[in-house]
């Protein structure tokens, strides 16, 4: 019997979206006014849905005042703040594109977007930990012609600029925004770069709105969620899955601090009664390892969404059992498919939970392809994971040789990430196309190795990466956190741990014991620093 192919398409009974964002939100705000939209937990500002509306409503009039014209690019370097969802939504509205810059960037990348996107108008924050923005966009203000003006968030210069909303009237926004289609970019989001610079992913008001929307659909929300928002905001994570899927349901949104910082996520959770709780997998585990974890009240949790990298199995054990997420969702996408492909859905078990990135959304389509050739691979069979439908991006912003290397003449993305699909269609993650480790033709994915040593009692986390080796070409390095620094594991432990259980060429042959991994903003690993470092 032949196995089926690795493809599936999304169905569903609720239709996508038409509408722009600006339209999205007026639905909202006309059937809740008075719920709240929006919380700033650090700065103990509140907005029901229609004084959210109004401050957006001013903010575009004053993006037209200032001479905003609709495809201008919009750039915001800035860490979560209410004024960072302002700017998102009022860029909608006034058909500009926001530019989302990483506000880890320094000055050096910093100039590179401003100067690739073309951006005019920039709205900063002050400073963000040892970073002073201001100094270092004076520094790059003479090397970047099209930059006209910066705003500075808690700064004179903000209310000075969102001032200038009453200079034009509502009618001229209405008529700006009759002009505008659900398919015009809005958006523009820069991809880590590990080598060269980052490319800007091009999104619309139907890629984000949409995605944002059924996601939110998946884990069920109404106007009574209220989603604790601990990830970037100039991520998709927190301005799609977050803000976009919570003002398409009429739920608020609630700003825990300005970059993540586990207390002060936990006690917006308990303060603002959350019932929904985001955050990559090392996050829920600095929150879970806090000393008073047990102190905090999350009952009113019950669900959330985890994405960016595989959630352990004890630790999703654990943010069921003791943050009540029973209904936690899995998410797996990347910012070119605005983000989310795949979700498991809110009554799977933890296996599909653990094992694997869910399955494919409503309205898009999946496949299991071999990276050579880009022949659909049988169920089971490894490949080049590979998603179509309304998600997928407009396009690298002014790069159509980078676009056409990653969308294929069919419009199908072509992710790099290794995957199998199941007979049931869920996808199993296997790894990189270029994290995959071959030792000796031996074909070796990370992940395996690293779910396996979870269950080591010594192991807090671990990461797996290729090392040169003159032999077999590569050798399996494991770059662990130990559970307790005091008593970390050595390799012979580690040896014989996997021991008649792993086979012989899976074994790490080198072990490195880490305090903390390096990580990108959005909560990453970047394993390419691991295998940098160490591969000597």
Known sequence: MTSEPSYTHGTGGTALLGDTIGANLDRAVAAWPDREALVDVPSGRRWTYAEFAADVERLARALLASGVAKGDRVGIWAVNCAEWVLVQYATARAGAVMVNINP?????????????????LLFASLGHRTSDYRAMVEEVRGRCPRLERTVYIGDPSWEAFAARGSEVPRDELRAREASLSCDDPINI??????????????????????????????????????????????????????????????????????????????????????????????????????????????????????????????VMKRVVAEMHMEEVSICYGMTETSPVSLQTRIDDDLEHRTGTVGRVLPHLETKVVDPATGVTQPRGAAGELCTRGYSVMLGYWNEPDKTAEAVDAGRWMHTGDLAVMREDG????????????????????????????????????????????????????????????ADPLTLEDLRAFCRDRLAHYKIPSRLQILDAFPMTVSGKVRKVELRDKYQV
Do not use: W
């Not at 825990?256 to 959770?269: D, G, N």
């Open 189 to 314: 989001q820069y991809t880590s770069g590990t080598t060269g610079f980052p490319k800007g992913a091009t999104l619309s008001h139907h890629n984000i709105l949409n995605n944002g929307y059924f996601v939110g659909e998946l884990v069920s929300y109404t106007e009574q969620d209220r989603i604790c928002i601990p990830v970037p905001f100039y991520h998709c994570f927190g301005m799609v899955m977050g803000n976009l899927a919570a003002t398409s349901h009429g739920a608020c949104m609630v700003i825990p601090a300005p970059s993540f910082e586990p207390k002060a996520t936990l006690e917006a959770v308990q303060r603002e009664r959350c019932t929904s709780l985001y955050g990559v997998p090392t996050m829920f585990i600095a929150e879970l390892n806090l000393p008073d974890f047990a102190s905090y009240d999350l009952a009113t949790l019950r669900t959330g969404i985890m994405a960016g990298s595989p959630c352990p199995v004890e």
């Open 104 to 120: 880890a960037y320094r000055t050096h990348e910093v100039e590179y977007v401003l100067n690739q996107a073309g951006i005019s």
């Open 426 to 485: 869920y996808v199993e993650i296997v790894g990189r196309i270029k994290d995959m480790i071959i030792r000796g033709g031996e074909n070796i994915y990370p992940r395996e190795i690293e779910e396996f040593l979870y269950a080591h009692p010594k192991i807090r986390d671990v990461q797996v990466v290729g090392v040169p080796h003159e032999t077999y070409g590569e050798e399996v390095l494991a770059c662990v956190i130990p559970l307790d620094a």
